[in-house]
């Protein structure tokens, strides 16, 4: 089976004018991302990996190149438009969880569908799906809990579960276990190799090499530029054995 790119990228560069210089925090970057896949991107402070998912979630623009999610060539789309993909095709998990901390778990689930009036749910439809998909990462005993009632743990959960009801075509996860303690944060990974063994297509950025291990490709940036990309052959071969 041919695999097919959901994230084409050629020849992408980010400049920020500083006075009378420029900062060149991405130089022609490019690779594809397929259907599916797991990619973990590092790299130290100042080589590009938050410029790059900056581009890919539509929070900002490439001052020159080619960015594609799906068919749709995103760097040439206005802010309006760019806004509608991120509500609709790209899920969004932080390290700080940004989670509203005077609504409920369910609550903070459902804000997604509430943006998205397109489709017409009724309120007990919206309910329905946040209900669902707070079950799926393991909460259906907590989803009328506070932010401040859940461990830390839980709260990414939320977190996730809030990027994933809009069945978005990608899942970007930053630093998603950057504020958990060692245990929660491997529980965290697990649910994220769980998400990718269903087929979801992520991409995370990581410092941590154990982290970044998760997944089935690593693509580590160096001033500006891709300094390796390569597969993590044992997790997709670890994948491929439990077809």
Known sequence: MVERSIIRIKDLSKIYPMGDFEVVALD???????????????????????TIMNMIGCLDRPT????YLGDQPVSK?????????????????????????????IENVTLPL????????????????????????????????????LSGGQRQRVAIARALVNDP?????????GNLDSKSGMEIMD????????GRTII???????????????????????EQDNKNHKKNKDKENKK
Do not use: C, W
């Open 28 to 50: 022609k970057v490019s690779f594809e991302v397929n259907k599916g896949e797991f990619v973990a991107i590092m790299g130290p402070s100042g080589s590009g990996k938050s």
């Open 64 to 67: 020159n190149g080619e960015y």
């Open 77 to 105: 789309l206005d802010k309006v438009e760019l806004a509608d993909i991120r509500n609709k095709q790209i899920g969004f998990v932080f390290q700080t969880f940004n989670l509203l901390s005077r609504t409920s778990a």
């Open 114 to 149: 509430h943006y998205d009036r397109q489709l017409l749910r009724t309120d007990k439809e919206i309910e329905d799906l946040a209900a669902a998909t707070l079950e799926s990462v393991g909460l259906a005993d907590r989803m009328h809990h506070l932010p401040h009632e």
């Open 169 to 177: 075509l990608i899942l970007l996860a930053d630093e998603p276990t």
């Open 191 to 198: 649910l994220l190799a769980e998400l990718h063994d269903r």
């Open 204 to 226: 995370m950025v990581t410092h941590e090499e154990y982290i970044a291990e998760n997944a089935s490709r690593k693509i580590k940036f160096f001033d500006g530029h891709i």
